[in-house]
């Protein structure tokens, strides 16, 4: 949530420079991570970040799979308290919408309409369904393409349903998007409409300035396709010139050849003199509408909103409470071998100190390395409760964002041997082996798969696999 109070210092800074009037949207996914059950802390986490956009003064928001995780009460809840989320496709038993489908906002005079669409894979509770887009999307259209100068879609359907959107409504002018498979995509013209995406889980801030000019179309950003066009200029050229070269070049089938090439060449030639004028007009702003865009990250260095980083604050505290009461001595979380996670060997697991005995070097090494000091990173953050960061910072013996609500619980009972990124976070659960080191051997080898599962592009965006394992690999026997 820390990128929460730097969002909010960018939006202020941004629109105070650039003096222009402003929307704040979000396109939605932005609640929970995809679970199947959300812990007690990830319904914390999301009440928090609907304060916050709140606080932020978002002008819309759209409702997604990773929003109703926990169930569509949560955001019905916060919509009466004015949170402005859309859904023109989630209906009640009686087809009426649950949230609210579209709204009007006015700014410099223009009429701006904003639709919002869940994907069909969104959790909605048995008094609810998520309609097809395309029975609904033409009764908001209809209604809002008569009073409205700049219509906006927030969907997060699937890439494919946005480009059949775009093709069969033309009338739609911006399409932005939180379908997941995607990150950050630069804004292009898709037939009529801009489609744009900026990545989910707030690492980044989209920021699109559009010149809009009504009634005329999007000056698309023709760069790149006139240099597609330069390259197979470039290649007809190196042809040519071997066809001209070789001694058979006045034979009548090199003579077609040569031909044909030459005059593709100049169906090529006329392309780009055809491109370039457009381009030139573009240039002039000849009656399009224009756009520019840039994707700010929200990295630490960047300043942060003190007001909003104070309630950032209150809510890790209510996180760091909520997992202090639940690894309180008595309430142990049982593993699924019946016995408390508390005591050693839960899930096969021995600590790191079982393996010093045999593996002296090792473990000195190992000592020495960040891993070693993974979780006391946390408690001096005061968030080693917090269960978003807690599993990349003990061995649990199972892989980090793929355990149940119920697993990611017992982890705050961890004994203290595993309060650790120890041996058995590389090489798996060493029980067994510390018993009967000559029986059985180590389950594994750290592979590329197990650093990235908590190495990921949003935790650690410079990480690299062959740099880093060098620097963590203990020395050999």
Not at 182 to 190: E, I, Y
Not at 247 to 274: F, N
Not at 334 to 353: C, D, E, P, W
Request: charged residues 20%; aromatic residues 6%.
């Amino acid at each position: 949530m820390g990128g929460l109070s730097r969002k909010a210092f960018q939006i202020k800074t941004i629109t105070e420079k650039d003096k222009l009037p402003a929307l704040v949207l979000d396109a939605g996914n932005l609640l929970f991570k995809p679970q199947s059950q959300p812990a007690p802390q990830d319904k914390i986490t999301a009440s928090g970040i609907m304060a916050i956009y709140t606080a932020m003064a978002y002008d819309a928001v759209a409702v997604g799979p990773q929003d109703t995780v926990a169930g569509l009460d949560l955001l019905v809840e916060a919509q009466k308290n004015g949170f402005p989320w859309l859904s023109a496709n989630i209906l009640d038993t009686g087809k009426k919408p649950v949230f609210k489908p579209a709204k009007v906002i006015t700014r410099s005079g223009l009429a701006i309409g904003i639709i919002g669409l869940s994907d069909p894979s969104t959790r909605v509770s048995a008094r609810s369904t998520v309609a097809d887009w395309r029975e609904v999307l033409p009764v908001q259209l209809a209604t809002l393409e008569k009073t409205c100068d700049l219509l906006v879609l927030l969907s997060t359907l699937p890439h494919q349903d946005n480009i059949e959107i775009s093709k069969n409504y033309p009338q739609l002018d911006i399409i932005l998007s939180a379908d997941r498979q995607q990150g950050n995509t630069n804004p292009r013209v898709v037939n009529s409409s801009l489609v744009a995406q900026t990545s989910s889980q707030g690492k980044y801030l989209g920021v699109l300035t559009i010149n809009w000019n009504p009634d005329q179309p999007w000056a698309k950003d023709l760069q790149q396709e006139n240099q597609l066009l330069q390259n197979r200029l470039g290649t007809f050229d190196r042809q040519i010139l071997r066809e001209e070269r070789r001694k058979t070049g006045t034979s009548a089938p090199a003579a077609d050849r040569l031909a044909k090439l030459r005059k593709e060449r100049e169906d090529l030639l006329g392309q780009i003199t055809t491109l370039k004028a457009e381009m030139a007009a573009i240039a002039q702003n000849d009656g399009f509408s224009t756009f520019t865009h840039n994707f700010v990250a929200l990295s630490r260095n960047l300043p942060e909103d003190p007001a909003i980083a104070d309630q950032v604050n209150r809510i890790k505290d209510m996180i760091y409470r909520q997992g202090s009461q639940a690894s309180l001595p008595g309430r142990e979380q049982k593993s699924s071998a019946g016995s408390s996670a508390r005591q050693g060997g839960a899930g096969g697991l021995a600590g790191s100190a079982a393996c010093t005995q045999c593996h002296q070097a090792q473990t000195a090494f190992w000592k020495d390395t960040g891993h070693a000091r993974a979780y006391q990173t946390l408690v001096r953050e005061k968030q080693h409760f917090n269960l978003d960061c807690f599993p990349c910072h003990v061995t649990s013996g199972s892989s980090p964002g793929k355990e149940s609500s119920e697993q990611r619980q017992a982890l705050l009972n961890l004994p203290q041997s595993l309060q650790t990124v120890g041996c058995e976070s590389c090489h798996g659960p060493a029980l067994a082996h510390a018993g009967a080191p000559d029986q059985v051997r180590p389950q594994r080898k750290a592979g590329q798969d197990i650093c990235l599962a908590c190495h990921t592009k949003e935790r650690s965006p410079g990480f690299d696999f062959n740099r880093y394992i060098a620097r963590v690999s203990c020395p050999a026997d």
